[in-house]
């Protein structure tokens, strides 16, 4: 099964790399895609321009400690990226195995908010990752189409031929990019908040010195 976890990556993290790698041991991924988002749904802004991002994601995805790669597709389709158009690409490309798409509780919350949605629970696997700060008893407001496709454990989820959602509670890394600019901004190191090779890719290109 192949692991698929979009985002902005501005920038790229701990607290998005940790609860990946433990992701992955526990329901053996045989990859875990990083997509950066190319241009947001909802009219959120980046503050590094796509490349430097996806430059970011594949810094830390050429690591041999992870199995992650580096996916380009967003920019190559251009666009607005919608997660039902990028699955469909990726099951393409991908036939001989399942996709397993990988989001934070916060992100799964509003799930509902999606560009069909709900072919995306028929289509694709959903890991669902805990965030500080949110409940998984919020999701109980949500329709029956996700309620009922909630696997209670591993195994069912692991072993089922329809497409499941499973929470996964992972170590807690209360970390986001938005405090990580600010450090930045203010001419200080994120120490402990993201690799060292990040600070240094984001220092030589004078990323997240100026934003508003």
Partial sequence: MIGVFGGSFDPIHFGHINPLIDLSKQFNLSE????????????KTFHA?????????????????????????????KGISYTHETIKILKKDNKKEDICLIMGL????????????????????????????????????????????ISKNKKDFLESKEKNIFFHQAPLIDISSSSIRDI?????????????????????????????
């Fill in 106 to 149: 916060d992100v799964f919350l509003n799930i509902e908010t999606w560009y069909n949605y709900e072919k995306i629970l028929k289509e694709v696997n959903i890991l669902v990752i805990n965030r500080p700060g949110f409940e998984i008893n919020k999701m109980n407001s949500m329709g029956t189409l996700i309620r009922d496709r």
């Fill in 184 to 212: 930045i901004k203010k001419d200080k190191d994120p120490i402990k908040k993201i690799p060292g090779s990040i600070m240094s890719y984001i220092k030589r290109n004078n990323l997240y010195v100026e934003y508003e």
């Fill in 32 to 43: 875990i895609k990083l997509i950066p988002t190319y241009r947001s749904a909802v009219g």
């Fill in 49 to 77: 321009d796509f490349k430097h991002r996806l430059n970011m994601v594949s810094i830390i995805a050429s690591s041999e400690t992870n199995n992650f790669r580096a996916e380009d597709l967003e920019i190559r389709k």
